[in-house]
């Protein structure tokens, strides 16, 4: 699996956010999109998963224009919680993966499966309005999985959990990581970034002011921790 975004443009009326931007995606690799607020990372995660239609550019699965199929091969976790709060956990896990093309049975086998990897498998039958913030985040990060994605997009997704929840979703992705799955984390956290991700993409000005591999960006920063290198491209060049 290889996903490629294509010199990707932007814009929100006059306001240019996506400025000619390239960023590949490999199976069984992690990258990291960092950026201050308003950077653009949303935009550029809307439009990979078709979302949104950039001004100019395109997304390319496996060499091929992105469309509505490739939908069903990507999992998306977005920052916003998108879970019906009155609706039963485990009915609505059943509907998201039918809506991914899952059969009822397995669908319903998927979520038995993922409540209970994520520690969660009392809840099944609660509703999301019931639960905390913590365990609300690891039910959608199971609708997010449930069909076996080749693509997981996860923004922001430490929000809500605590360190030991935060570890377990760490090992979800060096699973998903072994698998041979893409994954893309859009996080403000750098230590998890740093810990959890083979590649970093660092969106700045409507560009990428870096994109490559950790180990090229320690090279470059020799005495820098990654904050101090990630705060240092955001406000002068490398």
């Given at each position: 699996?290889?996903?490629?975004i ?9 306001h240019r ?14 990258t990291?999109?960092l ?9 550029l995660i ?7 239609t950039?001004?100019?550019g395109?997304?390319l ?8 199929a490739d939908r069903?091969r990507l999992?998306?976790l977005p ?5 019906y ?14 809506l991914?093309?899952l ?6 086998q998927r ?7 994520l520690?969660i498998p009392?809840?099944?039958r ?5 639960l ?7 039910v ?9 994605p080749q ?5 922001e997704?430490f ?6 929840n935060a ?13 041979g799955a893409?994954?893309l984390?859009?996080?403000?956290n750098i ?9 970093l993409?660092?969106l700045?000005d ?7 591999t950790?180990d090229?960006?320690?090279?470059q ?9 990630f705060?240092?491209m955001v406000?002068?060049?490398?």
């Amino acid at each position: 699996m290889n996903i490629e975004i294509q010199q990707v443009s932007h814009s929100f009326g006059s306001h240019r956010v996506l400025d000619n931007v390239s960023l590949q995606l490999e199976g069984g690799s992690v990258t990291g999109l960092l950026g201050l607020n308003g950077a653009g990372k949303t935009t550029l995660i809307r439009i990979l998963n078709g979302m949104l239609t950039p001004d100019s550019g395109m997304v390319l699965w496996s060499g091929q224009p992105f469309c509505d199929a490739d939908r069903r091969r990507l999992g998306y976790l977005p920052e916003e919680r998108g879970l019906y709060p009155r609706m039963r956990v485990d009915e609505q896990l059943c509907f998201w993966g039918r809506l991914k093309g899952l059969s009822a049975s397995e669908a319903a086998q998927r979520a038995t499966a993922w409540l209970q990897r994520l520690g969660i498998p009392e809840v099944a039958r609660r509703m999301p309005l019931q639960l905390s913030k913590g365990t609300q985040q690891k039910v959608q990060l199971a609708a997010a999985l449930l069909h076996d994605p080749q693509l997981v997009v996860l923004d922001e997704p430490f929000s809500g959990l605590d360190p030991l929840n935060a570890l377990l979703l760490q090992q979800v992705v060096a699973e998903l990581r072994s698998r041979g799955a893409a994954i893309l984390v859009s996080s403000h956290n750098i230590a998890f970034v740093e810990s959890m991700c083979d590649r970093l993409a660092v969106l700045h000005d409507a560009h990428f002011c870096f994109n490559g591999t950790l180990d090229a960006l320690r090279q470059q920063c020799p005495e820098k921790t990654l904050n101090e290198a990630f705060l240092q491209m955001v406000t002068c060049d490398l």
